[in-house]
């Protein structure tokens, strides 16, 4: 299995492009989260998604997008790219019985806007 | 108050020694605990997590839960320079369908 998979792993965008970093998840999990994470911080969560179709806003949400029309897949859209996008970003998903299941990441998208 | 506190460290500890991470969280119905390390440049991956009050050990690693201070720890006995990376702790609350991640604490262990 290859568990959680983002691509691209890097990327640089100019300020005010658009980009789609990809999510895919093998698990049949219905759960799966995107965090953005910058330097010397923790996990700030950005949106997530409960099962196809559904998805809701985190702490962070302004200037993303995202979409949840399979269960494998979870795409996040930038919009605008501002130099406050600049961060790592990680994917991840987890069973069906939230309350006591792990998260899984994929490896990150490193991402920067100049 | 942040949802979930940790002190930031860096936190140095010699080869062999215990290492204890602390973290704190706001919410007394949270319901879930979790550690994942973080090497640098690396996804978060999962240590261990413990959901009843009291000790879970796991080989070198112990996490120790006390909802009633709300707080829980992870002590890493003979700490090896392997030990190294960043410590995130995560919370959630059954229902909230989300965790809460500390910033984490920094951990270096010295040959």
């Known amino acids: 299995n290859a568990g959680v998979t983002q691509t691209p792993k890097f990327r640089i965008l100019k300020i005010g492009q658009s980009m789609t970093l990809q999510c895919t998840q093998d698990m049949n999990h219905n759960y799966m989260y995107w965090y953005r994470q910058d330097p010397g911080m923790g996990l700030k969560l950005i949106y997530y998604?409960?099962?196809?179709?559904?998805?809701d806003k985190g702490e962070v949400p302004n200037g993303y997008n995202v979409s949840r029309s399979t269960t494998e897949d979870f795409p996040l859209r930038l919009e605008l790219a501002a130099p406050s996008q600049t961060s790592v970003y990680f994917c991840?998903?987890?069973?069906?019985?939230?309350?006591?299941?792990?998260?899984?990441f994929g490896d990150g998208t490193r991402l920067s806007i100049l | 108050q942040k949802e979930v506190e940790q002190n930031s460290g860096p936190l140095s500890v010699p080869e062999g020694a215990i290492a204890s991470l602390n973290c704190t969280y706001s919410d007394r119905g949270s319901q879930s605990f979790f550690w994942y390390r973080q090497y640098s440049g690396k996804s978060p991956e999962l240590i261990m997590f413990?959901?009843?009050?009291g000790d879970k050990e796991d080989g070198r690693f112990t996490a120790q839960l006390n909802k009633a201070s709300q707080y829980v720890s992870l002590l890493i006995r003979d700490s090896q320079p392997s030990d190294s990376a960043t410590y995130l702790c995560?919370?959630?609350?059954?229902?909230?369908?989300?965790?809460?991640f500390g910033q984490g604490t920094r951990l270096t262990i010295n040959p």
């Open positions: 995560a919370v959630n609350r059954r229902g909230a369908q989300k965790l809460v």
């Open positions: 413990i959901y009843s009050n």
């Open positions: 991840a998903s987890s069973g069906t019985e939230f309350w006591n299941q792990p998260q899984h």
């Open positions: 998604s409960v099962g196809a179709g559904i998805t």
